[in-house]
């Protein structure tokens, strides 16, 4: 706990046990992206899982649409501070697309559209616990929240969930993606505030 | 082991100022403060008495200056922290406080680039301290400021950007009423603004958009329809839907 701040009450608050520490639901507030929206139109989109070995696999827009998809309903956590509750999204889990990817590496590099990328473990894209998610709320995904189609991974800081996701390159060594190098924390998880390198 | 910019500091306000009616600067002392280029961020962290604790990331509006930064807080009514910032804290009164954040958004003196600053509201804080942060080197890159504000009365710095300066363009644009004078009607950003104040895309400024999450998916679009490359277009925008 810090030093008191003279005369700071705060809002009269109710214990939500779904709010990671530091979050709240709805404020104003900076949010750092990194530059202007990319407009991927889906017959030119693309998928790729490529492995420590070299090893392409790849799944066009209608693949993708082809394969089974889920809908989960999760809370979402921006290092930024806010959070969203129950939020609704359609999309194939990873577990799906990974299937017959054969791997020994422990670490995932997500790379996007724009240049953008996120290292994550593998794991933790395993075991229905991340998706590509390419509606939102019932509707198509618009490209500002990453349209066509952006990676869910809920359990982490929303700057895993890469907007306008494009592939995965699968390594046995972990590097720092794009804010991973610029400062951000490798792993990510929203309950222990693993915001910044060294929190 | 915490590197310095992670450590959690006290500092104490030196100096308030109003702005605007609904934005106030705030003027800190932060001893063992590391310093800071123009367009980072800082997190600062309330505690109240049964220690409830909340934080927020305000952009600084100066450069570097010694032990010393300033931040611009708007009001946002109902604000948890916004109303206390600007109507409670008083000068000598501490505050904790972490930093700088951000590495991407910035701008850095060496550069001979020219620039493009286009902002909409409060998205001028850090731009501003892009346009102080060439003054105080006596920088020569050549800077234009496109900012966009409802009111004249919404203008954060007037003085300031009314002062003329050499190597820096300022045109300001109103979407609700603009002051007496002033050609043309009220309106949102569109691209013969953006095409008529900043600088031609074959001269590859370094564009920096802050702005709410509308107004910024709009001004990197244009920018990018006007053939600016998106890689020299960094942008930074406010709101729950920006992420």
């Not at chain 1, 929206?37 to 989109?45: K, L």
């Not at chain 2, 807080?73 to 972490?98: A, K």
């Amino acid at each position: 706990m810090g030093i008191v701040t003279p005369g700071f009450r705060g809002r009269a608050r109710s214990a939500d046990e779904r709010l990671p520490p530091g979050q709240y639901l709805v404020e104003d507030f900076p949010v750092l992206s990194a530059g202007p929206t990319p407009r991927i139109r889906t017959e030119n989109w693309t998928f790729t899982v490529t492995t420590e070995s070299g090893l392409r696999h790849e799944w066009s827009w209608s693949d993708l649409l082809a394969l089974p998809s889920e809908t989960p309903t999760v809370d979402i956590h921006c290092v930024t501070r806010w959070s969203k509750l129950d939020t609704t999204w359609r999309g194939v889990s990873l577990d799906t697309l990974l299937e017959d990817v054969d791997t020994a590496a422990d670490y995932a590099m997500v790379q996007a559209h724009g240049g953008y990328t996120t290292n994550l473990p593998l794991e933790d894209l395993l075991d229905g616990q991340a998706w590509i998610a390419f509606e939102f709320d019932g509707e198509d995904l618009t490209s500002e929240h990453g349209g066509p189609a952006r990676l869910l991974v809920p359990h982490l800081y929303f700057w895993k969930s890469a907007k306008w996701v494009k592939g995965l390159r699968l390594m046995l060594d972990d590097e720092p993606g794009f804010w991973e190098a610029a400062g951000y924390h490798d792993y990510g998880d929203p309950w222990r505030e693993q915001r910044y390198q060294g929190d | 082991m915490v590197r310095g910019k992670l450590a959690w500091r006290v500092g104490r306000l030196a100096e308030g100022r109003d702005e605007t009616p609904t934005a106030r600067t705030l003027v800190l002392d932060v001893p063992g403060w590391p310093g800071h280029l123009a367009g980072q961020h800082v997190d600062i962290r309330l505690t109240a008495e049964d220690g409830y604790s909340t934080t927020r990331t305000y952009s600084l509006a100066s450069p570097t200056d010694g032990e010393r930064i300033e931040i611009t807080v708007q009001r946002v009514p109902d604000g948890e922290v916004s109303p206390f910032l600007t109507e409670v804290f008083t000068v000598g009164d501490p505050v904790e406080l972490r930093g700088p954040v951000g590495g991407w958004f910035v701008w850095r003196p060496a550069s001979p680039d020219p620039v493009l600053l286009i902002a909409g509201g409060a998205g001028i804080v850090p731009v501003m301290a892009m346009i102080r942060a060439r003054r105080q080197v006596g920088g020569r890159a050549p800077f234009k400021l496109l900012y966009s504000v409802r009111t004249p009365e919404d203008v954060y710095y007037a003085d300031e950007l009314r002062r003329p300066e050499p190597g820096l363009d300022v045109t300001v644009l109103y979407t609700r009423k603009a002051p007496d004078g002033w050609p043309g009607e009220p309106h949102r950003i569109a691209v013969a603004d953006v095409n008529t104040a900043g600088w031609p895309a074959e001269f590859s400024p370094q564009c920096f958009v802050c702005g709410p999450t509308g107004f910024v998916e709009t001004v990197a679009n244009v920018l990018v329809a006007l053939g600016h490359d998106p890689r020299r277009v960094k942008t930074e925008r406010f709101g729950p839907s920006g992420s």
